[in-house]
Every structure is written in structure tokens, then in C-alpha cells.
């Protein structure tokens, strides 16, 4: 009989040493508020920090026919920036469900399990960081706004700023009750796509974004807003044709700017005779 006798030995000390590398998230438990999304664990790392989460649900509407569906494709992780947690940045890696749509007359028939409570559809940002955003762009210039936001750990570059911005304006209001109103061109970038702004001259806060300058665009406006009393304008003359046309009794006013031009335009030349 062949006797085996093992070499490995075990010890085990009486003292239990505590884990090494524990961070300062070990056993932070994130609560986004919202009963859907569960914690599924969280990475830490220089500055960063990444919160891992899954939706609870057994199901999802279908966002193009609201038909709603439990039969499950696949999965796939969206990642979601939030708002920095003790100066770490915090992303969010949120596990959620494919499902096939089983509305027969519905064009789509895989649809991905929206978070319209957290974020756009599509978007790599939450409402808040977006909010945050926001408010800073809408105070300095886009390039100034994207490097103060490095310091509250949110990357955004210039031309995310002036996007973000820039939604603010998607929604035209047609009607609204100012009676003193400031109309003039506008454009992104200097020489390429002009358009009209309509500025209210009681708040000078801008309240239409005409999609022309030609006129056409303006009619609409002047159209639904017939209470406009005074317009002030430049001499371009598609804004002097379309008020004429539409709102004939108001008062047009030359801005200052233009008075101050047609004045020394008239009288150099009479100065250097």
C-alpha cells in the first residue's frame, strides 16, 4: 500500500487582516431614484468612478406603436454620464433589454428598452448634467463654458455646449404678447445659412428663430401676432416689405445703429465738398 503524503500546507492566522484596496465607494450604494433601475456593482478608479445598474423590468413599450411587449431579444449596456459624486466623475452602465415587438403591423420590429426618466433617447448624458450644461453655456462663450465644466468633472466639448444650447430655440413659440418687438438677421457662423431672430425689446431676450430671411417666414410670424405695435428693424428690404404687407398700421422704427450710419453717410460727403 502506497502511502501519499501531501506537501502543501494552510495557515490560517487567528487575526483576520482586513481586505487591502478598498476604496472610498467599497459599500456606496447609488439610489437614482427611480424603483426600474437596481445597483449591480461599482468600479472605482483615479477620478472616476462607474456605477453598474440593470433595469427590473420583465418588459418595455415599444416606442413607435406603444404596444407592450415581454418578449426578450438581447441585451446591450448604455453608458450615461452624471453628475460628479465627491469629485469623482460618474458614468453609468445601465444593462438594458432588446425586445421584439409583437405588433404585426408595426414597422419596427426590435425596439431597445428606452430611459426617457434618465436621459434623450440616444443621449450619452443625463437631464441634470445636460441642465448643468446648459445654464453655463447660456452665460459664457462655448469655449469658456467647456473648460469650466472640466472642473465640475463634466466633459463637454465647445461645439456640444453650443448644441445643447442650441435646443433651447428647437421650439418656436407662434404667439406671444409683446407688443415692441426688434427683428433683425442672425446666423451660426458668419456668411453661411442667414436666418431672422425676433427680439423682444422690453426683455431683450430673443423669442422667434426664423428659419429665412426672405420674408416668407416673417409673414407667418407677423400673421399670429397681430397685437405687435412697433417694430424695430434694419433697412434690409424684405423685413420693410413684409411688415407693409401684413401689418401695415404698426410703427417701424430704424434702430439706432442704422440711423447713426445713414446720418454720416448723407453728410460726409457733403463735409469733404
Known sequence: MQQVISTTYKYTSKKENPPTNRGLFHDFRFSPGYDNLQQDGISEAVGSLTVFLHTAGKGASCPYCGHFSHRLHSYYSRHIQDLEVYGHTLELVIKVGKYYCENVSCPRKIFCEPLSFLARRYGRRSYLVEERIR??????????ASSLLQLFHITASSSSCLRILQQCG??????????YVGIDDFAYKKGKDYMSVVVDQMT?????????????????WLTRNPQIQYITRDRGRCFTEAINRITPGVTQICDRFHLTKNMTDTMIPEIEK
Open 204 to 220: 431683450h431676450m430673443p423669442i422667434a428663430l426664423l428659419e429665412d430671411r426672405n420674408g416668407e417666414a416673417l409673414d407667418n
Open 170 to 179: 428647437q421650439h418656436n413659440p407662434m404667439h406671444n404678447k409683446s407688443i
Open 135 to 144: 445654464s453655463i453655456s447660456l452665460e459664457l462663450t462655448s469655449r469658456k
